[in-house]
T-cell receptor, first 107, second 123 residues
């Protein structure tokens, strides 16, 4: 089993839709969690950290479920510009990236 | 706006040649990571350094790859000899690890910032 596993995708959704991604992790000692966004032929960029109590940044909501060992990312009112690959990151000291979930938002 | 820089941005070489990729981490960051990304494997951690010391290079093929940090402003990844299967995008990232007082388990990590990557093609 991989340390970090993500929904395989791809997700194709219309503008305005709500879409959710999950990411499971195997190391129960993991201490920090993040979501990154990667555009085609670009480097990954931090989207948001994931806190134990859950956190929101505009249309994006991240949640952590330690008991079930997964994190989630919810995107509301999706925009064309949200089209990208979303990578979850789980780590102790070194980063373990999920394989990524590709999202395409269509007009 | 501090950024991680990587050179070269693109490299095309022939099998058997040596390839050297360079990375300048963000000033003040104490950790440096090297990743490789391919369509098939996704983002793989090759090696990482903290305070210039290698902490983990288990993801790196030892016979041909080597990673070093000659000083705090430069990290290098070398492939010798290169092979076609090494074709990928190589990312460097830097971050700051700090000790969080009272937190069981030791150090905690700050955000990790990626460089633009080196796109390597080995013919």
């Amino acid at each position: 089993r991989k340390e970090v596993e993500q929904d395989p995708g791809p997700f194709n959704v219309p503008e305005g839709a709500t879409v959710a991604f999950n990411c499971t992790y195997s190391n129960s000692a993991s201490q920090s969690f993040f979501w990154y966004r990667q555009d085609c032929r670009k480097e990954p960029k931090l989207l948001m950290s994931v806190y134990s109590s859950g956190n929101e940044d505009g249309r994006f909501t991240a949640q952590l479920n330690r008991a079930s060992q997964y994190i989630s990312l919810l995107i509301r009112d999706s925009k064309l510009s949200d089209s990208a690959t979303y990578l979850c990151v789980v780590n102790s000291l070194e980063r373990r990236f999920g394989a990524g979930t590709r999202l395409t938002v269509k007009p | 706006d501090a950024r991680v820089t990587q050179t070269p941005r693109h490299k095309v070489t022939e099998m058997g040649q040596e390839v050297t990729m360079r990375c300048q981490p963000i000033l003040g960051h104490n950790t440096v990571f090297w990743y490789r990304q391919t369509m098939m494997q996704g983002l793989e951690l090759l090696a990482y350094f903290r305070n210039r010391a290698p902490l983990d290079d288990s993801g790196m093929p030892k016979d041909r790859f080597s990673a070093e940090m000659p000083d705090a402003t430069l990290a290098t990844l070398k492939i010798q000899p290169s092979e076609p299967r090494d074709s990928a995008v190589y990312f460097c990232a830097s971050g700051l690890v700090t000790l969080t007082p009272g937190l069981a388990g030791g150090p905690s990590t700050d955000t990790q910032y990626f460089g633009p990557g080196t796109r390597l093609t080995v013919l």
